[in-house]
């Protein structure tokens, strides 16, 4: 579903106005997120320990705040769908975000796909944890990214607006939740109080002439 959240009108020729799509949709197949929830917390450590040398923990974690051993910080080294091509629960997944990404772009930019590629990463944010507000991009070629959360949890991610982050939009964060969203949208999450796991996997898409592609990413659309 499209929501759109827009400015009120600037009744002023310098007052801000802004006009930011979003799409959210629910991933219809609980057994699926709950595979792909498993896999992640199963392949956590592998993962960290492969990327955990120096010249890895040096490159920070995104601006999330989560540190250089947290699997976040490890999504420059790894695109989770390519991890797991041959599982069909992350096959699923992967089908179900390309067609909710074409159904935002007919709703909001009248079909105009473009030839883009995908990059994706996990995040395993445990009790007294929280995402830091930080941005996916913000440069000439930004484009879209997602997320998705593997369970039911209490908190929320909140998205600020671009001119002033007293203004701020929520969504819950619910099992197989999905939201895409342009990637210069600041967004973070407040801490995480559950005595389980806070799952989620996340997405850039990057368009064709983008060199800010890591060497991980898979071709996403191709028009």
Same mark, same amino acid.
């Given at each position: 579903m499209l929501q759109t959240w827009k400015s009120a009108h600037p009744q002023t020729e310098f007052a801000p106005s802004w006009n930011i799509p979003f799409w959210n949709a629910t991933y219809p197949n609980p057994a699926d997120i709950d595979f792909a929830r498993e896999w992640i917390i199963n392949n956590e450590k592998k993962i960290v320990d492969q990327f955990n040398e120096p010249f890895h923990r040096t490159h920070g974690d995104g601006g999330t705040g989560l540190g250089s051993d947290s699997l976040t910080s490890k999504y420059p080294y790894f695109n989770l769908f390519k991890l797991t091509r041959d599982l069909p629960a992350f096959k699923n997944i992967f089908s179900f975000i390309k067609g909710q990404y074409i159904k935002f772009i007919d709703e909001q930019s009248n079909?105009?796909?473009? +030839?883009?590629v995908f990059v994706s990463w996990a995040n395993v944010v445990r009790t007294g944890q929280e995402f830091d507000v930080h941005d996916h991009g913000s440069g000439e070629y930004a484009y879209l990214s997602g997320n998705m959360h593997l369970d039911n949890y209490k908190t929320s991610t909140l998205y600020y607006c671009p001119f002033n982050e007293k203004n701020v939009k929520s969504f819950d964060n619910v099992k197989g939740g999905l939201t895409i969203f342009p990637s210069y949208v600041k967004h973070g999450v407040k801490k995480h109080s559950e005595n389980k796991e806070r799952v989620s996997l996340a997405f850039d898409l990057y368009v064709e002439g983008d060199?800010?592609?890591?060497? +991980? $990413?898979? $071709?996403f659309i191709k028009v």
């Open positions: 079909g105009r796909t473009r +030839n883009c060199k800010f592609t890591n060497g +991980n $990413e898979i $071709e």
